[in-house]
């Protein structure tokens, strides 16, 4: 195995022979997925070193750099400690934005080199835009990365298909197809191109494992007004998947075959979305069709859940409290006994999930993550690289279950020791901020942007902040984090809030080399009342797991929020108690008793 500066050496060698100045690597795979993707096109991951999942690689002749965001920092400066890599934190003062320094590096009459099927068309056309002023070029047919990784690269999944009842999804494929051509129709569109990953999965009720922890498939889907076209490699076909498109007269066509199809095209309005569309892709229309660049309709489809999602959904959180409630029992009834170690720990809540009905798979890897470690807010302990857990401090666990009825994500942050007064007070401003946005109320229209000071500002109040957003959508047995819907400061959270969406509510403080304290629901957009005013809309809870009273201090709780913990905790033991033993059940009763100045 290569070391990450002997990589570069190497990505330097190919630039060179091939007269190419500058070179990008982006983190995205062929669909422009922008976190979770097959080990395949973890290309950023194999040059730099770093795990993390988001970022991007760019090199040049004397300089290589990755860029992430403040979720990662710590965790990228010891996965980059001892290489020739850079560490450029993202949104930072004085760190350019990544496209705007590949367009800076690269000189005039120059070259700039990527592999166009992991770049999008936008930002393909916002670079060639750029570097024409500057006589410079764009080469898209170079996988440097790929050429480094050899024989050694993972190969593409092949792992099968599966139906996901109309049980689990409350829309058969005829409904969900009709409802998209009548989207197209509407835009007088003919054609639309599906290349989100989530999409085709949801408009045919499929689901896949092309990603771990994330019930997809690697597959591409046209839609006109007659016909849907599916783009998959075969052999993921099952009998029960193929008589399932039969039904509904779905064309299967090979994966590589998207492309050659498009080149055909011709006089068409084609939908297609050039920020999850590849430039590799993009180069294939004729310039006689009409683009009408915007996501798809599905976007939209899939963040507003029907009543039967979330029926479903409702059930799923139940069986995953009770994972939850029993996984914290075990934590404290152990801590300190023996060799607890933060995988022993992930794995034991994974076995108690995994006894839950209708259970796939973690919805995200597990992080479990105790004292320091959670400073890292997407740290991962392996077998290679973990800490003890000690009868100290904190244990944050921020963990999440797909279910064939829902999808769930969650974070507690549990005492396993003795707690200073500061650690207290770090707990309850983020309990604080995370009550105030559930029990938020707010008229139609509000965007998550618009309501997520409500979470931050108990921490603000003490020139503490977190940086990431407060909260992401949900997907139903789809991807665990899902757009376009928010709750996130800036133009990021940008998007109304409708009844049926889910997002979560987190909140967290994170002391590098010290500590990390997060607080995770997922909430229900629902109606609340309509008056002169107009339609005013609220949260409803949809986790259902006990804080942690030893990490509370009342004093810093106002009794409206004192009242609203009560009666949470009150909802938590009447619906998860009947699941646990004696023993349990008496500790969940002690854990979930009111808490008084």
């Given amino acids: 195995m290569t070391t990450v500066n002997e990589r570069i050496k190497q990505v330097r060698k190919l630039m060179k022979e091939r007269h190419i100045d500058v070179y990008y690597v982006p983190n995205e795979d062929d669909h422009l997925s922008d976190e979770y993707t097959a080990a395949y096109f973890r290309c950023k991951s194999f040059l730099s070193g770093f795990t993390g999942e988001s970022g991007c690689v760019i090199i040049t002749k004397t300089f290589a750099g990755l860029w992430t965001d403040g979720r990662y920092f710590t965790q990228a400066e010891q996965e980059l400690e001892g290489t020739c890599i850079t560490l450029m ?93 009548q989207a197209m129709k509407e835009k007088k569109a003919d054609t639309l191109i599906l290349t989100r990953l989530e999409d085709p999965c949801w408009m045919l009720n499929i689901r896949g494992n092309d990603i771990e922890s994330t019930p997809i498939a690697y597959a591409f889907a046209m839609v006109t007004k007659t016909k849907v076209f599916y783009y998959i490699d075969f052999e993921k076909i099952s009998s029960e998947v193929k ?103 992930q794995n034991y809540l994974y076995d108690l999930r995994a006894q839950g009905a209708d259970y796939i798979e973690p919805s995200f890897t597990t992080i479990c993550a105790y004292q320091a470690n959670g400073a890292m807010m997407h740290y991962s302990a392996t077998e290679e690289n973990h800490s003890p857990i000690k009868a100290k401090g904190f244990l944050l666990v921020d963990s999440g279950g797909t279910y064939k009825d829902g999808t769930t994500d969650i974070t507690r942050t549990i005492a396993v020791g003795k707690l200073t007064a500061e650690e207290k007070k770090l707990y309850t401003k983020v309990l604080k901020g995370h009550l105030d946005l559930m029990n938020a109320k707010f008229l139609y229209g509000t965007c998550g942007n618009n309501l997520d000071i409500l979470a931050r500002r108990p921490l603000w109040n003490d020139s503490i902040d977190y940086q990431c957003g407060t909260g992401h959508g949900v997907g139903h047995v789809l991807s665990v984090h899902e757009g376009p819907q928010s709750i996130a400061w800036g133009k990021r959270g940008a998007v109304p809030l409708e009844d049926g969406m889910i997002v979560t509510d987190e909140p967290g403080v994170y002391l590098p080399h010290k500590l990390g304290i997060r607080i995770e629901n997922e909430l229900l957009v629902t109606k609340g009342e309509k008056n002169f005013y107009g339609q005013w809309m609220q949260f409803q809870n949809l986790t259902i797991a006990p804080y942690e009273p030893e990490a509370i201090d009342p004093a810093y709780l106002d009794d409206e929020e004192l009242e609203l913990l009560n009666a949470y905790h009150k909802q938590v033991y009447e619906t998860l108690s009947p699941f646990l033993n004696a023993k349990e059940k008496s500790w969940l009763r002690q854990t979930t008793k009111a808490i008084r100045r």
């Fill in 89 to 181: 934190r993202l949104r930072q003062e004085g760190v350019p934005d990544p496209v705007d320094f590949l367009i800076q590096k690269t000189p005039k009459n120059g070259v700039l080199g990527f592999d166009g099927r992991v770049v999008s068309a936008e930002t393909a056309q916002k670079l060639a835009d750029a570097l024409e002023k500057k006589n410079a070029k764009i080469r898209m047919d170079e996988d440097f990365a790929g050429q480094v990784w050899g024989k050694e690269r993972p190969h593409m999944p092949a792992d099968k298909l599966y139906v996901l009842p109309v049980k689990y999804t409350g829309e058969d494929v005829s409904k969900r197809i009709e409802r998209v051509r």
């Fill in 243 to 345: 008589s399932h498109f039969v039904k509904y007269k779905i064309s299967v066509r090979p994966y590589a075959m998207l492309g050659k199809d498009l080149a055909t095209l011709r006089d068409r309005n084609i939908w297609a979305d050039m920020h999850t569309l590849s430039a590799a892709l993009y180069s294939r229309l004729d310039p006689s069709n009409v683009l009408l660049n915007e996501p798809s309709p599905i976007q939209m489809f899939r963040a507003v859940k029907n009543p039967v999602e979330i029926k479903n959904t409702i059930h799923a959180h139940v069986k995953d409290g009770v994972a939850v409630a029993k996984f914290i029992y075990w934590v404290k009834q152990n801590v300190g006994e023996g060799t607890m170690t933060e995988v022993s720990a």
